[in-house]
């Protein structure tokens, strides 16, 4: 980019730059800018245009700062649309290349279940923030539709609205890696503020399996303080702002007693409750 000030102010070398630069001639004519004063005329050598060389010089910088700044969000975009494969942490893998399509929807409720879950996808990728909970039994298919869900939106947020940061977490998985964090001093390994922040920024984070830590649903067990302040974190850094979708085999109201009323309320506002528990375990060998 040119500095028009500075070189205006020394004749031989705004006559350099102007040549060498932007293919300026100077004319040795003077006239008068609305914008400039008197000025020198100086010729456009490539299109034979004879111009205000300050308002031509102006003009090129406010076109270079535009294809600078959509180039930026151009990167800006696509590098949040690796987020997803770059930083999402898994459990089972199974489904990860099944998508809505390879939901096996035959009964009623599972396909009210697949319907509803491509409808929050769309919703979010249009622009709009929202919870979800999918509560039912193992094996229903409630990480399959969650995966779907987050992998939707990092496709078509872009031709919807803006290209969305997607995270997809195992619960557990974190929890595992947070706690063998607190035991590595080594500078290059990463902490559990690294594996804190990345829940707390993206635009739509999957907690999938949330619950698993307080064992079987027919008790009423509560979580662990460590996994209560570590998910109060997240959640009341996202409340408002950040799509969050949970996965579990709890209900609604197991989920609250489990982490307490100051979590929920920080998935209450917009939030849509999907049911798996009429829907049969669609594992190998098991239901069927």
Known sequence: MISTNKIMSNRKEF???????AGLLPTGELSTCEWHGKFELFHILATDEVVCPKCYLEAKNKRFEIE???????????????????????????FLDKGFKGFDAKSKQELEARDAAMAISKEIASGKVLNAILTGPAGTGK???????????????AEYSNQLSCLFIDFTSMMELIIASYSNNASDKKTAEYYINLMKTADVLVLDDLGTDVGKTDTNKMASDHTYKTLFKVLNAREGTKSTIISTNLTYDQLKNAYDSRISSRLSMNLKILYFSDINDKRPGFGF
């Open 15 to 21: 006559e350099r730059l102007a040549i060498e630069k």
């Open 68 to 94: 600078e700044k959509t180039g930026s969000l151009q990167y800006k975009d696509k590098e949040k649309k690796r987020y997803l494969k770059r930083y999402s942490i898994y459990g089972g893998r199974s």
């Open 143 to 157: 990480s399959h539709l969650a995966h779907a869900i987050v992998f939707n939106i990092n496709e078509m947020s």
